[in-house]
């Protein structure tokens, strides 16, 4: 493979001092505005290194006093790729060509007309209907077969990507409105099925003209006459290369001389071992142990290992006798240890004769006749003639904080009479894990003498040897058993080991004086520069001297940018159609941001596309609200989908 010479490279970068007396800034100022001027963004090192240098054509230096021819490719062609588009009456693509230089020696080996027409366009593929409509579609993917020849591979929509409709059910005169960006979309993937099954293919630039797109290429990766080059294996197996760097270092004289040097073999080093493991303990939990009966209840019993129920009152029949008017009160005292544990409590049912009041911790909850809720007797005779029967249902939740409770039950009775209150409690009884991570390992990352050498996750090795293996441990999920209670969790991991190598001695190597250095910046100010230097006799002597940066200028607060629309019909489509049609305003906006450009006058213009309109003029714009509620928008929007395996 032919090189570039290393004087004509450096002679690119380098630019001649002018004749006349100037001072070090002003030529270093001078030969910054001319550098800039050649690689001051992405399209400028294009346009005057990238696609000069891959189309073998000359490239000049910074001043433009020189040029030089480079060889950096193989071989190269004017023409790697040509595709022309003519859309049909329908609106889709009717005949698409497309013209191909396989082995860049200057002329087509193969010329490719697509037997069906393209009613879509997606970033791999194309999309074939009925002429005219989004009826009986096909969707096929670009690809290279095994003779290097491109085909077009049928495959179902879902492995096609980004794509949309074009012809008429979509719209009117969409591939000749939009001819740039779809010649563009189809020789993108038209280039990417090239470049994939051949990494030696480089594009150094597209070029459009009317209804055809052409491509600049060359071979640069390799000068191999087999496109499977052992260099992109490494791209599928990363850690190969750390195999293949040892076996290249062990034959490589240079690597051995420096190993066995005194810089390579003078420390000591250990090997230090240490685990990050994830420690989970499960405490089973009793009912006893969020809310606990103390005393007054008549009967406390579980009617299930979650739920409770307590029971006070007098319920068998006239079991109370109440003259003409007496009041008894009953109480129930419990405990509650654990109130988030302790799901509901309720005053599911009660019956009483003749009246009834309920109170916690002595705040009125209930009271039935409603009116009687004073603490003396009722305000009405006391004598009801019957047994009154509720369900209320009641949560009395809230009044049970932490803590010790009294529930007391006041009944009054007019002759003889009963009372009866039952109260259900619903426990949240399961396990309560504890988790906690210990890392032995801290230490070690910590210090600046030790660098992490293997590390495995959950029997994944993702580090040897102080190189990631590329590998990433799949989330795991383990049974935790303790006493009765268990529990499954799933977590991105519960183990990890790792061996630190650790330099303990510097050996034969001296540490570098940094003294001078500590001195000058110490006792130097923005306008004095000292410095300290070591004397014959062993003594240091100091020295100062007036010290002025140079003006640095003034730079703008940021790149000036407008922002423009442009008015587009959605014409995405997927597996259900196209996404428009299943709009009520299919027709949308485009948003565009342009660099803005110094005008002859000295303004700045916004260099705004063709149908555009100017939303925000040239400045410093901030729109990182309006992205952060798009991308908002779409994460909540794919957060709702649910892909199902059967129709629904």
């Not at 009479?417 to 990352?445: H, K, W």
Request: proline share 6%; charged share 20%.
């Amino acid at each position: 493979m032919k090189r570039c010479s290393l004087a004509l490279l450096t002679a690119a970068f380098a630019m001649p001092l002018p004749a006349s007396a100037q001072t070090i800034e002003e030529r270093a100022r001078a030969a910054a505005e001319a550098s800039r001027e050649k690689t001051s963004d992405s399209e400028a090192i294009q346009e005057n290194y990238l696609t000069p240098g891959l189309a073998g054509q000359a490239i000049s230096t910074v001043d433009n006093s020189q040029t030089f021819n480079p060889n950096i490719a193989c071989q190269k062609t004017a023409t790697l790729l040509e595709l022309i588009a003519q859309p049909a009456s329908t609106g889709d693509i009717g005949t698409l060509r497309i013209s191909r230089d396989k082995n860049l020696d200057g002329a087509v080996d193969q010329t490719l007309t697509l037997p069906v027409p393209v009613s879509g366009i997606c970033a791999n593929g194309v999309v074939s209907c009925q002429p005219g409509t989004w009826n009986l579609c096909k969707s096929f993917k670009w690809d290279v077969a095994s003779g290097g020849d491109l085909k077009l591979t049928e495959v179902g929509l879902t492995d096609l990507a980004g794509c949309y409709c074009v012809n008429n059910s979509c719209g009117s005169n969409l591939v000749w409105g939009n001819m740039a960006s779809v010649l563009k979309d189809l020789g993108g993937g038209v280039i990417g099925a090239l470049t994939t099954a051949d990494p030696r293919v480089g594009v150094a630039q597209a070029v459009i003209d009317g209804p055809a797109i052409r491509y600049t290429g060359a071979q640069s990766t390799a000068c191999s006459t087999d496109p499977s080059l052992p260099q992109t294996a490494y791209r599928a197996s990363p850690a190969a290369i750390q195999g293949d760097a040892a076996s290249a270092a062990a034959s490589n004289s240079v690597f051995q001389a420096l190993k066995g040097s005194p810089a390579g073999m003078g420390k000591a080093e250990q090997v230090r071992s240490c685990t990050i493991t994830r420690e989970v303990s499960l405490n089973a939990t009793k009912a006893e142990d969020v809310i606990a009966h103390v005393g007054g209840a008549y009967a406390t019993y579980a009617p299930s290992p979650d739920r409770l129920t307590f029971q006070m009152g007098s319920p068998r029949d006239d079991s109370l006798r109440g003259g003409s008017c007496r009041i008894f009160e009953f109480q129930m005292r419990l405990r509650v240890d654990d109130p988030d544990r302790l799901l509901q409590f309720r005053l599911s049912q009660y019956f009483f004769d003749d009246w009834i009041q309920l109170r916690i911790d002595g705040e009125l909850v209930l009271s039935n006749p409603a009116n009687w809720t004073g603490s003396g007797l009722p305000p009405a005779k006391c004598e009801r003639g019957r047994t009154w029967y509720a369900y209320p249902n009641l949560d009395l939740k809230p009044w049970l904080t932490e803590g010790e409770h009294v529930i007391s039950m006041r009944v009054a009775v007019g002759g003889e009479g009963e009372a009866f209150a039952q109260f259900d409690a619903l426990l949240d009884m399961s396990c309560n894990p504890t988790e906690r991570i210990v890392d032995l390992c801290a230490g070690y990352a910590g210090d600046a003498n030790c660098t992490l050498h293997d590390e495995t996750v959950d029997g994944v090795e993702i580090f040897r040897n102080g190189v990631a293996t590329g590998l990433t441990p799949l989330p795991q999920t383990r049974l935790f058993e303790g006493g009765a209670c268990s529990l499954s969790l799933t977590r991105d991991w519960f183990g990890r080991q790792r061996r630190y190598r650790c330099m303990v001695d510097t050996g034969s190597m001296p540490e570098p004086d940094l003294s001078r250095g500590a001195y000058i910046i110490d006792h130097s100010t923005e306008t004095m520069l000292a410095d300290r230097v070591k004397t014959a006799d062993g003594g240091h002597a100091t020295s100062s001297r007036p010290f002025a940066l140079p003006d640095r200028g003034s730079v703008p607060a940021c790149e000036p940018v407008c922002k423009t629309r442009a008015p587009t019909r959605n014409t995405a489509a997927a597996l259900d159609g196209v996404v428009g049609a299943k709009q009520n305003a299919p027709t949308g906006w485009d948003t565009f941001y342009h660099a803005c450009k110094t005008g002859s006058a000295g303004g700045d213009i916004c260099p705004a596309g063709p149908g555009e309109e100017i939303v925000s003029a040239c400045g410093c714009l901030d729109d990182f609200p309006e992205a952060v509620v798009m991308m908002q928008t779409v994460r909540l929007g794919g957060a709702d989908l649910v892909c199902t395996g059967e129709v629904r």
